[in-house]
């Protein structure tokens, strides 16, 4: 990993001689965690930004919050679309939305559950059978012990889109941050009411260093919506 990141430096400085040329158009390279870009919010995004920059082909990655930092910092990519809790020492953080996480099942299985309108407590999941997102572990485990509560974390995978797909086959609650279960046909999805229960999604990219022209125009359009208190593309402010 340490070689490739050097080898992305060197990279980086010949995308700099180029934009500084007037001709950039080059590779853009985009991190993005797997819940993000399960959501529409990300798509949407791209998508906006890819119809006013015809000329720049992307690569992206998919990978855990941390994975991608990580890549940031060896600049093997250059903008991240991350969410919290991260440490933020040396990025710089465009905050794009805040949401709640929410608890999705197929309808058939649970339709006790799922057959209700309206919010759900953690108190009534406790008794069904959990598939949890390993990233919010043990904010759920904190939060389920104040409550004093023993639930039944049927399975714990690394990818929300994993729990999406096990929560369609029947053999649990998935429980996933709002954005991320968004589109899925085959599910019932409940907001979980909870203060604690709560994800941030934001833009970061390295503070202070080199960014090829592309990656700071995808920054600086993401600054604007957040600045003008518009709506991102895909979802509603919050």
């Avoid at 015809?54 to 992206?60: A, D, F, G, M, S």
Wanted: include cysteine; aromatic fraction near 6%.
């Amino acid at each position: 990993r340490r070689g490739r990141g050097i080898l992305e430096g060197c990279q980086s400085v010949e995308k700099e001689i180029t934009d500084l040329s007037g001709t950039a158009s080059g590779t853009l390279r985009i991190g993005a965690a797997s819940s993000i870009v399960c959501g529409s919010m990300f798509m949407d995004i791209m998508k906006t930004f890819a119809d006013s920059h015809k000329r720049i082909r992307y690569e992206i990655t998919e990978d855990n919050t941390f994975q991608l930092l990580d890549s940031l910092k060896t600049h093997q990519i250059e903008v991240a679309f991350v969410r919290t809790p991260f440490k933020e020492t040396g990025l710089e953080k465009i905050r794009l939305v805040s949401e709640p996480f929410c608890a999705v099942a197929a309808g058939k299985a649970y339709p006790d559950l799922c057959g209700q309108d309206g919010p759900v407590t953690i108190r009534q999941l406790a008794g069904y059978p959990l598939l949890e997102y390993r990233r919010w572990q043990n904010t759920l485990s904190s939060i389920l012990e104040k409550e004093k509560l023993d639930p039944d974390f049927r399975c714990i995978s690394d990818d929300a889109r994993t729990v999406m797909s096990l929560a369609e086959s029947g053999m649990g609650i998935g429980i996933v941050p709002e954005s991320a279960s968004k589109g899925r046909t085959g599910l019932i999805m409940r907001e979980i009411r909870s203060e604690v229960l709560r994800s941030e999604t934001c833009a970061v990219c390295c503070s202070g260093f080199y960014i090829s022209e592309g990656a700071r125009e995808l920054m600086d359009m993401l600054r604007g919506f957040t600045a003008s208190r518009d709506s991102l593309p895909g979802t509603a402010r919050t």
